[in-house]
């Protein structure tokens, strides 16, 4: 990688071939109009010279191609970058980042898919662009399951003003994202919500407003949310127990070493002790988290 990074901030350098022609050109944060212009000039690829170049680099492990293959989509992750000025992020900074992408891309190719790079690519580049803004668009986190990530992008595309959106508008993001309202809802403030020092600024102004950790209430020495917690983990203990007594000998045996005890047994060392498959082991362990879920209120696991 450090080799196809090296062909994005030093294109001069290389060992030009097929439709690509030497030009001077620096890093897009340096001199962003000159880059732009720069890679705008690289001829594109005939779908066959992108096949004998993917080739070469694929099966002989050639540099030299992989380098042209990236300089010649460069522009194509400066049209991607610019679909996500809105952000209010540094251009360069959104390119550097989709060229990341799109070395990753290069990486991965297989010339034997019978797809052009450019369509293998769109996901690496937007991928890369779009950790990219969710890491430095706010110090707090908008998205961090998968779920808010597709929801932050899409609600900020599916936009059609400027301002917060009424409940119509809501109602109708929710139905085309298939979401909740109140999801987009909890989005929507995200989207709108300032960025505040939690911890106040370091500084020796007495007038100054109080920081939001000064309102938070110390809950770590209050004896009722004590008692509570105590309680209700010595209930969730005595409901796991009773619920294990009611497995039969052999089921509770499996889920108690599969998943109870300090060192883990495989379902092969369980298949052996019992005369049986390991994916004899595995079906009743899957019967008896059925027989669990159904008695306590536990999550499901991955069996």
Known sequence: MSVLNESVSNPSALNTGYALKPFEVAAPGVNLESYIHAVNNVAVLSAEEEQALANRFFYDKDLDAARQLVLAHLKFVVYIARGYSGYGLNHGDLIQEGNVGLMKAVKRFDPTMGVRLVSFAVHW????????????????????????????????????????????????????????????????????AK????????????????????????????????????????????????????????????????????????????????????????????NAMKKLRSSIDIPDFEI
Do not use: C
């Open 125 to 192: 580049i937007k991928a890369e662009i779009h950790e990219f803004v969710l890491k430095n668009w706010r110090i707090v986190k908008i998205a961090t399951t998968k779920a808010q990530r597709k929801l932050f992008f899409n609600l900020r595309g599916m936009k059609k003003r400027v301002g917060r959106m009424t409940q119509d508008e809501m109602e109708n993001v929710a139905q085309e994202l298939g979401v909740s309202v109140t999801d987009v809802r909890e989005m929507e403030g995200r989207l709108y």
């Open 195 to 286: 960025d505040f020092a939690f911890d106040g600024y370091d500084d020796d102004n007495e007038e100054s407003a109080p920081a939001p950790a000064d309102f938070l209430q110390d809950y770590q020495f209050d004896p009722a949310l004590t008692y509570a917690h105590d309680s209700s983990e010595e209930n969730e203990t005595s409901n796991l127990q009773e619920a294990l007594e009611a497995l039969d000998h052999r089921s509770r045996d499996i889920i108690q070493r599969r998943w109870l005890a300090d060192t883990k047994a495989t379902l092969h060392q369980l298949a052996d002790e019992y005369g049986i498959t390991a994916e004899r082991i595995r079906q009743l362990e899957q």
